[in-house]
């Protein structure tokens, strides 16, 4: 069965730095998103990406944030200068976009700022 | 405010007994509902989903209701198993559902199943 998946399952970066989080979505996807969990919380929306730009993003997606499609079939979310806050785990998802617009998600990459 | 939520942050059940999740939404324009499987460590896992238009739905051991009048949803499993335990979320889908809007979960309810 087709997945989403994602790199690295788990970084632990320095307060500050950047951090570039990975993924690839189902091939036949159009529809390509970012949530965050922060542990023991729900599940919290940050941008969905369609035809190479961004369609909607939360209050969460700060100007610290972006995402890009370097290629046909990667899709990253970029944290330009991480915060302890940012600690969380991150999850890509994408659909199709036709009527049965099922999201699926990857496993995760868990994020530790330290 | 919270836009999803469920009733119960835990529900603890024996295994094969009937388990039944609770999830109240208050986005009357909501039009498309998810429900999700987490396990521990894991992403959120595709279980069934229900449009606005319908008010069930049966999947594989699965039934979803929704009753838009009360703005409630509920999961129920048949003859709960261990490897159903996880945490379950409920998700909708705001406004116009256009392919690209963002769901919004609720708080989660943790499943324990005893054997």
């Known amino acids: 069965e087709p997945e989403v998946t994602q790199t690295p399952s788990h970084q632990v970066t320095q307060m500050g730095q950047e951090v570039i989080l990975r993924c690839v979505p189902i091939?036949?996807?159009?529809?390509f998103y970012w949530y965050r969990q922060i542990l023991g919380q729900k599940v919290e929306f940050l941008v969905s990406?369609?035809?190479?730009?961004?369609?909607?993003k939360s209050e969460i997606f700060d100007d610290q944030f972006s995402v890009e499609r370097p290629d046909g079939s990667n899709f990253t979310l970029k944290i330009r200068s991480t915060k302890l806050e940012d600690s969380a785990m991150y999850f890509c998802?994408?659909?199709?976009?036709?009527?049965?617009?099922?999201?699926?998600f990857g496993e995760g990459s868990w994020l530790t700022v330290v | 405010g919270e836009s999803v939520g469920l009733h119960l942050p835990t529900l603890s059940v024996q295994e094969g007994d009937n388990s039944i999740i609770n999830c109240a939404y208050s986005?009357?324009?909501?039009?498309?509902f998810i429900w999700y499987k987490q396990e521990s460590g894991k992403g959120p896992q595709f279980i069934i989903d229900?449009?606005?238009?319908?008010d069930k739905r049966q999947g594989q051991r699965v039934t979803v209701l929704l009753n838009k009048t009360v703005k409630h949803l509920s999961l129920q499993i048949a003859a709960t198993q261990p490897g159903d335990s996880a945490v379950y979320f409920c998700?909708?889908?705001?406004?116009?559902?256009?392919?690209?809007?963002?769901?919004?979960f609720g708080k989660g309810t943790t499943l324990s199943v005893s054997s």
């Open positions: 998700a909708e889908k705001e406004g116009s559902s256009g392919a690209g809007t963002a769901l919004i």
């Open positions: 998802a994408s659909n199709t976009g036709h009527s049965g617009n099922t999201i699926y």
């Open positions: 229900i449009r606005s238009n319908m």
């Open positions: 986005n009357s324009a909501s039009d498309y």
């Open positions: 990406f369609y035809n190479n730009e961004i369609s909607e």
């Open positions: 091939s036949n996807h159009l529809y």
